[in-house]
């Protein structure tokens, strides 16, 4: 009676196990269908034909179709340009706020700095506060250098947002990398600098990358800066949306073909450099 008992026992603790497991994988199915169910629904909405983008009730089945991407990215094609423009803003915002942020990062990461705190709440202040408060003193300002409508205006004013993000990142990497052996290095004869190059970018290696992939992936997302600074021939993608919210109508089926089109860099690099997030993210995470 005793074993029967506990087995009897173990067999209903499986069961509510197995029950409880269920309810969770139910919770988590719900889950992902509101949050991933809009995004899905959306990238098919690409691929419909514009007359089917607003039956009643919706069509779960469609014969797909390229028609909103040939219109967009084809012939007119005129969101084709827009592609390019984003990766030289984005790019270009990339590679100019990596300096600066590294050589602040290792400065805030190394040296006894009086304020400390005070740039490091500064640097999340610029963060926190709304975009829309920079872009008239920096349209301006862009207007009065004549750079109002380059590229150059909306790579430098980004670095307002992606210097401070960049800081905030990276100090933290290099906060990991133990100083004794930029001590080692200096004892062998080399200098601050070529311990920097030599050691820390090395071993801080994974958070460079994924700074680089979150800036660039913020910078590629911004909206505000490029509809402020930008012109008709360096308009970049995501405001690129907006010109199809005409006086007539919102063609939706060829703001889902360019929203589907400038999701896919982002995709595309973390799906290339995801390794280096895992890296990144655990950077420090076991010491020896």
Known sequence: MHWGGAGGGVELSRKIRSRNRIVIYALMALVMIFFVGPILWFILLAFRHPSEAYTIPPQLFFEP??????????????????????????????????????????????????????IMNWYISLLIAPP?????????????????????????????????????????????????????????????????????????????????????VFSWNNVLFPLILSKQSTTT??????????????YWNQIAATAVVAMLPPMLIFLVLGRYVVRGLTFGAVKG
């Not at 300096?99 to 006894?112: G, K, Q, T, V």
């Not at 460079?208 to 992939?213: F, L």
């Not at 993608?237 to 919102?250: D, E, Q, Y």
């Open 132 to 216: 829309i408060v920079f872009v008239i003193p920096y349209f301006i300002l862009m207007s009065r250098i004549g750079w109002a409508g380059t590229y150059q205006a909306m790579i430098l004013t980004l670095q307002t947002l992606a210097i401070p993000f960049s800081v905030w990142l990276l100090k933290s990497f290099m906060d990991e990398v133990p100083l004794d052996l930029e001590e080692a290095a200096w004892v062998d004869g080399a200098t601050r600098l070529s311990a920097f190059f030599r050691i820390i970018i090395p071993l801080a290696l994974p958070g460079i990358i994924v700074t680089s992939m979150f800036t660039f």
């Open 65 to 118: 179709t390229l028609q909103s991407f040939e219109r967009t990215f084809v012939d007119p094609g005129n969101n084709r340009p827009q592609v390019l423009n984003s990766i030289i803003v984005s790019t270009g915002a990339t590679l100019l706020s990596l300096p600066f942020a590294m050589s602040a990062a290792y400065a805030l990461s190394r040296f006894a700095l009086r304020g400390k705190d005070f």
């Open 237 to 250: 993608l995501p405001v690129g949306t907006i010109s199809f919210f005409a006086s007539t109508g919102v």
